[in-house]
T-cell receptor
Framework: DAKTTQPNSMESNEEEPVHLPCNHS???????IHWYRQLPSQGPEYVIH???SNVNNRMASLAIAEDRKSSTLILHRATLRDAAVYYC???????????FGTGTRLTIIP | GAGVSQTPSNKVTEKGKYVELRCDPI?????LYWYRQSLGQGPEFLIY????????DSGLPNDRFFAVRPEGSVSTLKIQRTERGDSAVYLC???????????FGAGSRLTVL
């Protein structure tokens, strides 16, 4: 079973930042937080992952709470192409299996 | 190739028939995963290979499902005596190990009539 909880859906205006929340209250010290997204009719796409510190890459930023029980995926400037289902996954480094939940469906309003 | 390739992209079959779905991972990726996704749901883990061997097959729903990766590259998911409930998108992913960064294919949509 997925160990994270996310809102079912969110909306955001184009060209504005988006903050996608995720709760992972059962996280252990060796669990990473991964984010994937799935555009319509495509397979999931890796976005970002982190352990304790905030992480940035060309796609997004990941802000991890100090107690690690929650995190936020930040899209700095949403475009229409960012409309997708975003999955937050908690996974132990030694466990190769990623368990997906139902994710957050992000709608971008032009 | 540059990405994970899955064939066929679409497969329609009749209840009770046998089906094979193929996955070509990214060259050099040692890990290969199969997931399936029903409408409105997230991907559901089926099986994971490290090289030629199945490291974790705990997600296979029953013994009608079987997967192989004989040379540590291409993998085939085999479904015997298909049932209407097997209808889903079957996703394959590969990884070069570590950090669980998976690259997914576009999937094979299976419809069992």
């Amino acid at each position: 079973d997925a160990k994270t909880t996310q809102p079912n859906s969110m909306e955001s205006n184009e060209e504005e930042p988006v903050h996608l929340p995720c709760n992972h209250s059962t996280i252990s010290g060796t669990d990473y937080i991964h984010w994937y997204r799935q555009l319509p009719s495509q397979g999931p796409e890796y976005v970002i992952h982190g352990l304790t510190s905030n992480v940035n890459n060309r796609m997004a930023s990941l802000a991890i709470a100090e107690d690690r029980k929650s995190s936020t995926l930040i899209l700095h400037r949403a475009t229409l192409r960012d409309a997708a289902v975003y999955y937050c996954i908690q996974a132990n480094f030694g466990n190769e299996k990623l368990t997906f939940g139902t994710g957050t469906r992000l709608t971008i309003i032009p | 190739g540059a990405g994970v390739s899955q064939t066929p992209s679409n497969k329609v079959t009749e209840k009770g028939k046998y089906v094979e779905l193929r996955c070509d991972p990214i060259s050099g990726h040692t890990a290969l995963y199969w997931y399936r996704q029903s409408l409105g749901q997230g991907p559901e883990f089926l099986i994971y290979f490290q090289g030629t061997g199945a490291a974790d097959d705990s997600g296979l729903p029953n013994d009608r499902f079987f997967a192989v990766r004989p040379e540590g590259s291409v993998s085939t998911l085999k479904i015997q005596r298909t049932e209407r409930g097997d209808s889903a998108v079957y996703l394959c992913a590969s990884s070069n190990g570590g950090a669980n960064v998976l690259t997914f294919g576009a999937g094979s949509r299976l419809t069992v009539l």
